[in-house]
T-cell receptor, first 118, second 118 residues
Framework: AQKITQTQPGMFVQEKEAVTLDCTYDTSDPSYGLFWYKQPSSGEMIFLIYQGSYDQQNATEGRYSLNFQKARKSANLVISASQLGDSAMYFC????WGGGTSYGKLTFGQGTILTVHP | DTEVTQTPKHLVMGMTNKKSLKCEQH?????MYWYKQKAKKPPELMFV???????INESVPSRFSPECPNSSLLNLHLHALQPEDSALYLCASSQGGAQGRVSNQPQHFGDGTRLSIL
């Protein structure tokens, strides 16, 4: 079974508009963390935002915010005021505690390609 | 510029060649990772080193041989590769987390090495 599911292979948004990228996850571990990464066509993976399973508030980092709904096991990324430079592949990823033996292993979703139109 | 440096950025090699990929970080991170990524796919974990010891080997073929000479360096030695091994190879590093909880520290990725096997 997929641990991380990103159901949107591609998304389009107009410049300056907001966009939501979906991510659902599956785990029985009570301690886990959710990460979003951006990967431009040049290849580097850029960390955007983190949400821990025990965090009471939704994470925010500048124009990025995470809509964390624990009961629904969803961690959607919201990008406000989209810019042309936001066009990239976006990955949702999860790290589980695993009793401390997972050594920080990340499980990635399949990704969503975001295209920002002028 | 990323804080994880990978060299070379591009590598073309024949199936009988021996080459090495190098990764360096000076953030004091004690966990380092190798990933393989095919176009428009998520990164696939290959190896994890924790405190210079190999912690995870995701059943990677022996033609890939990792090495961690010290806490700042990670190598991936390549020998007798196949055309299907052509991919982007990403190195990452991270800190550990608080005792008893999953780490909230993101993995920091390098720009990757684009490897082509002729």
């Amino acid at each position: 079974a997929q641990k991380i599911t990103q159901t949107q292979p591609g998304m389009f948004v107009q410049e300056k508009e907001a966009v939501t990228l979906d991510c659902t996850y599956d785990t029985s571990d009570p301690s886990y963390g959710l990460f979003w990464y951006k990967q431009p066509s040049s290849g580097e993976m850029i960390f955007l935002i983190y949400q821990g399973s025990y965090d009471q508030q939704n994470a925010t980092e500048g124009r990025y915010s995470l809509n964390f709904q624990k009961a629904r096991k969803s961690a959607n990324l919201v990008i406000s005021a989209s810019q042309l430079g936001d066009s990239a592949m976006y990955f949702c990823a999860m790290r589980e505690w695993g009793g401390g033996t997972s050594y920080g292993k990340l499980t990635f979703g399949q990704g969503t390609i975001l295209t920002v139109h002028p | 510029d990323t804080e994880v440096t990978q060299t070379p950025k591009h590598l073309v090699m024949g199936m009988t060649n021996k080459k090495s990929l190098k990764c360096e970080q000076h953030m004091g991170h004690r966990a380092m990772y190798w990933y393989k990524q095919k176009a428009k796919k998520p990164p696939e974990l290959m190896f994890v080193y924790s405190y210079e010891k190999l912690s995870i080997n995701e059943s990677v073929p022996s033609r890939f041989s990792p090495e961690c000479p010290n806490s700042s360096l990670l190598n991936l030695h390549l020998h007798a590769l196949q055309p299907e091994d052509s991919a982007l190879y990403l190195c990452a590093s991270s800190q550990g987390g608080a005792q008893g909880r999953v780490s909230n520290q993101p993995q920091h990725f390098g720009d990757g090495t684009r490897l082509s096997i002729l």
